[in-house]
């Protein structure tokens, strides 16, 4: 069964502060997602990666995907109030599911 | 380009009763995913439609069930409804099978009492 664990689940800090939060597996994804979810609302996709060691820049957010395409990681630098929500990884399983991690709920205090 | 869209937006309904949800796809996608979220959890893949036919299915009952349009609008049914059922249930549309790049829905919340 492949599963993603997020770390932290939850995360709170003031802003301006940098922050990284993890999506690891024991298991090789084809391709690896990060969305963004506010409450009440759907999740946003932010990016995709799909090649082992690819680095992909959104402004202030920086995703990697591991060598081994078994894990992912998204940096913030210097958070901002705007910033705050809930971050989801999800990676390409079998039978065209999203396997989902479970989130990361990030608050940037003002 | 008109983004998903989702109705209703909230809903209650009792024990065993039947609920059917809507979805219409991002324009020029053919695909449709569905998704349960219970709160403080990330979604659970409920099944998907790729041109009018199921596509896949996660590890849900058969009460629940789907159909997809020729215009690749969806409905997701659920019948004798259960407690547990209560969650957001989100609607993601996308181009070509599989799971790439998939657009969400803002969502129905339903509320089993």
């Known amino acids: 069964t492949q599963l993603l664990e997020q770390s932290p689940q939850f995360l709170s800090i003031q802003e301006g502060e940098n922050l990284t939060v993890y999506c690891n597996s024991s298991s090789v994804f084809s391709s690896l997602q990060w969305y963004r979810q506010e409450p009440g609302e759907g999740p946003v996709l932010l990016v995709t990666v799909v090649t082992g060691g690819e680095v992909k820049k959104l402004k202030r957010l920086t995703f990697q995907f591991g060598d081994a395409r078994k894990d992912s990681s998204l940096h913030i630098t210097a958070a901002q109030p705007g910033d705050t929500g809930l971050y989801l990884c999800a990676g390409g399983g079998s039978n065209y599911q999203l396997i989902w991690g479970a989130g990361t709920k990030l608050i940037i205090k003002p | 380009e008109t983004g998903v869209t989702q109705s209703p937006t909230h809903l209650i309904k009792t024990r065993g009763q039947q609920v059917t949800l809507r979805c219409s796809s991002q324009?020029?996608?053919?695909?449709v995913s569905w998704y349960q979220q219970a709160l403080g959890q990330g979604p659970q893949f409920i099944f998907q439609y790729y041109r009018e036919e199921e596509n896949g299915r996660g590890n849900f009952p058969p009460r629940f069930s789907g159909l997809q349009f020729p215009n690749y609008s969806s409905e997701l049914n659920v019948n004798a409804l259960e407690l547990d059922d209560s969650a957001l249930y989100l609607c993601a549309s996308s181009w070509g099978q599989g799971t790439y790049e998939q657009y969400f829905g803002p969502g129905t919340r339903l509320t089993v009492t």
């Open positions: 324009s020029g996608h053919n695909t």
